[in-house]
Structures are given as structure tokens and as C-alpha cells.
């Protein structure tokens, strides 16, 4: 629970360990041309390890399921058409929820869910599953989305998809605001995305002088990085004086040129009967925030026709491109070390000038703001004007790799003669 008085950027370089470079740091000072065969060998040792530690954690939940609870938690693989829907909204995220398990199996569940994250991770999502109950209370204690207890942390769902011992087989877990993907092929982890993350409410008081802030960090070193921006830089980086109320790409199977935010009920599964109630919700957001077409239009995603919005991180500092590398280390940090310093090769050295920042909204504490990172094969989003700026969503994606597609494709080319795209 990181606070808003953190070290800064160049405090944090300072307090690099006397020991020498951690991997995640090791990984951002070397050179353009990647990765060794030495280390792509250790990567893929390790993607293997951790799918083998998935698998184990799997098999286990799997041999405890009763028929009726496997139809729901035990899928076929690919299913591409359910396997890649998400949410992270309070809808049915398909699967097998928590509530429907025995307090063995959801030791098992947890222990799957546990396997693909790294402690930091998994504690946060343990987290944000428990601030369903302060939820509760700060609503009212009231029924809503038409069950007896809207929010719920037992609405939390898991489906494998496959056979975790055939080397080749995926896993999601999600519930209002977490949303977790693995995928492995041919006995390795390749993908991780998407990647959700959500706290509401962002901040609750706790016993003493601190407050619970699961999301700190990705909120703290965003706005660290905007205000050391000059004048010059900020132009460049602020797409929009006016943040959007949800992240842009919302949850799209797959983001692309000129998405813009969706509207809420799309968020949901199937069409909710309170459908209407919920484009309400997002209308009187957007007014309360004062949203306008030209502010939307500021913040369509560029994914293939150009470059990323917002300044380059060529044009930073050296000490601003610390700070931005640590707000990507924030997201990619969710995952296990091993899998997370690998994937820290896409912004590694001189890659991290490939990517740019941009921002929407207040700079100040306590205004609606937003902001995203991107560049080859991450794209990072984090948004909070909800709620009296007590809201927060923060995603990571890869928008050529989700889901594991790339992989799958050239899986497919080289397994079952399917030409790749």
C-alpha cells in the first residue's frame, strides 16, 4: 500500500540495491538488440516452469470438480469465441463462480490463481476481491443486477479450457474488476494478457495514519511522471484536458485503430435488464465531467496507422524515462519475476524509445484523470474519474499477443499446416 509521498524517480535509482542491478533493472539497461541465446534459453525455461506450476495447480482444482460444477469450470480448447471474451465488470465472467466450490476447492482455485501472479500481484487481487464487501457498504447494503447480493467477492469465476497435462491449455479467472489470462502452447506460459485490475474504491481508510490503495503505484508514478513534464512535453503529452470515464480499449477481444471508449452495457454480458439504468450511469458520468466529442475524439486508440499518442519517450529525460519504465514495471510486475523480466525486454534500452505516454484530465490529487502507455506489443491503461476520483481501472494488453494469438497462429502453421495471417 504504497503512499503518494513514494521515493521519486531518481530516489529509486539511488536505492538500488548495493548489490548490483535487479533482473527488471539488468533487463532495462541492456542494448537494443535483445535478449542472448543464453538468456531467450532461461526465459523459455522459466515460461515452462511456470507453466508447469499452472498445470500442477489445475490438475489438482480439476480432479475435485462434480459434473455440474465441470460444465461450467472445464471447457474444451481453443473455444475461441468464449476463451477470448473478458469483462471486469460485477456481470457472469463465465465459468465456475467461488460460491459454487467447497472450501477445499477454493483453496484450489486460489492456488491456480496464485500460480500465475507474483506475490505482490496476488495479493493485490486478494485485495480487490475483499473491497466487494466495503462495497456493500458504501452502497447500502443493497441488492442490485438482479441478484440478492450485487456485490458479491464470492463472484469470482474460473474456466480452464483444455487439458492442462497436453501441453497445451489456458485458464481465466475473473469477477468485477480482476480479470487474469494464461495461455500456454506446447508446454510453455506465452501469454499473459489481458490484464485487469480494478479497485473501488481506490482509497478506504484503515486503522492509523495510512490508507488502503491497492492501485497506488500505478496511479502515484503516473502522476510523478506527467508533473515532471515541461511545458513543451506536457503539450505534447496531454491528448485532453477532460479524461474519458472508462479506459478506451474497454474490453475488446482485440483494441484497434480508432476505438474509442464503449458504451457501459457492452461491458456486460449478453444485455443486462438494466441495460438502460446503466447507459444512464454513463451518461450523467460524462456530463458530471463535462465530456465532450472533441475530447473523445483526442483519445481514439492508434494501434497500426501511426504512432502511439502522446510524447515520445525519446524525448524524455533520463530520469523520466525511469519513471516511465517503472510505471510499466508496475503492470508487467502483476505476473510471476521470471515471466515478468521477460516480458521487460519489450522496453529494454533503447526499445523503450518505441513507446510514448499520454494523459487526459487533472494533474492534482483528487482530479479525474487518465493516461496511457504504448508501444510495440504493450499497451497500458489506467483511468480514475469515477466516483468522486475514487475509481480506479488499470489494464495491460498486448494488442498483437493476446490471448496467446500470435503463438497460436504460428502453432497452428507449423502443427496443422493453417497458413499464418
Not at 42 to 59: H, P
Not at 157 to 173: A, E, K, M, Q
Not at 268 to 285: D, I, K, N, S, Y
Not at 300 to 307: K, Y
Amino acid at each position: 500500500m504504497s503512499g503518494a509521498n513514494g521515493p521519486s524517480g531518481r530516489e529509486r535509482t539511488a536505492q538500488s540495491g548495493a548489490n548490483g542491478p535487479s533482473g527488471r533493472e539488468r533487463t532495462a539497461q541492456s542494448g537494443a538488440n535483445g535478449p542472448s541465446g543464453r538468456e531467450r534459453t532461461a526465459q523459455s525455461s522459466a515460461r515452462r516452469q511456470l507453466a508447469d506450476r499452472m498445470a500442477d495447480a489445475a490438475l489438482a482444482l480439476l480432479a475435485s470438480l462434480d459434473v455440474e460444477q465441470a460444465a461450467a469450470g472445464a471447457w474444451p480448447f481453443p473455444s475461441d469465441d468464449e476463451r477470448r471474451r473478458w469483462f471486469y465488470t460485477p456481470t457472469d465472467h463465465g465459468g465456475v463462480p467461488l460460491a459454487d466450490l467447497a472450501p477445499g476447492q477454493q483453496r484450489q482455485a486460489m492456488r491456480l490463481l496464485a500460480s500465475g501472479l507474483s506475490a505482490a500481484g496476488y495479493v493485490t487481487v486478494s485485495t480487490i476481491m475483499g473491497l466487494e464487501n466495503v462495497l456493500d457498504a458504501t452502497e447500502g447494503w443493497t441488492a442490485m443486477f438482479d441478484r440478492q447480493r450485487g456485490r458479491d467477492p464470492s463472484r469470482y469465476y474460473l474456466r480452464i479450457f483444455g487439458d492442462p497435462s497436453g501441453g497445451t491449455w489456458s485458464w481465466r479467472f475473473g469477477g468485477h474488476h480482476v480479470s487474469i489470462h494464461h495461455t500456454v502452447i506446447d508446454g510453455e506460459a506465452v501469454a499473459c494478457t489481458p490484464c485487469f485490475m480494478g479497485a473501488d474504491p481506490a482509497t478506504s481508510p484503515l486503522l492509523g495514519p495510512h490508507p488502503l490503495r491497492p492501485l497506488a503505484g500505478a496511479e502515484d508514478l503516473g502522476r510523478e511522471l506527467v508533473r515532471s513534464l515541461d511545458d513543451g512535453q506536457r503539450a505534447e503529452a496531454i491528448l485532453s484536458p477532460v479524461a474519458p470515464t472508462d479506459i478506451v480499449g474497454g474490453n475488446r477481444v482485440q483494441v484497434a485503430d480508432g476505438d474509442l471508449p464503449l458504451p457501459l452495457p457492452e461491458i456486460w454480458r449478453g444485455r443486462p435488464a438494466f441495460t438502460e439504468a446503466l447507459a444512464l450511469v454513463q451518461q450523467r458520468a460524462e456530463e458530471q465531467l463535462g465530456l465532450r466529442p472533441e475530447h473523445l475524439e483526442a483519445l481514439r486508440l492508434t494501434v497500426q496507422g501511426g504512432p502511439p499518442k502522446g510524447v515520445s519517450a525519446a524525448a524524455l529525460t533520463s530520469g523520466q524515462q525511469d519513471l516511465l519504465r517503472a510505471v510499466l514495471d508496475v503492470y508487467i510486475g502483476r505476473v510471476p519475476d521470471d515471466l515478468a523480466d521477460a516480458e521487460a525486454e519489450k522496453y529494454a534500452g533503447e526499445r523503450l524509445h518505441r513507446f510514448a505516454f499520454a494523459w487526459a484530465g487533472g494533474v492534482e490529487p483528487g482530479q479525474p484523470h487518465y493516461y496511457r502507455v504504448q508501444g510495440p506489443r504493450v499497451l497500458v491503461e489506467y483511468d480514475n474519474t469515477q466516483r468522486g476520483v475514487n475509481h480506479v481501472h488499470a489494464v495491460w494488453r498486448d494488442p498483437d499477443g493476446d490471448f496467446g494469438e500470435d503463438v497460436l497462429a504460428r502453432h497452428h502453421s507449423l502443427h496443422h499446416g493453417v497458413p499464418t495471417p
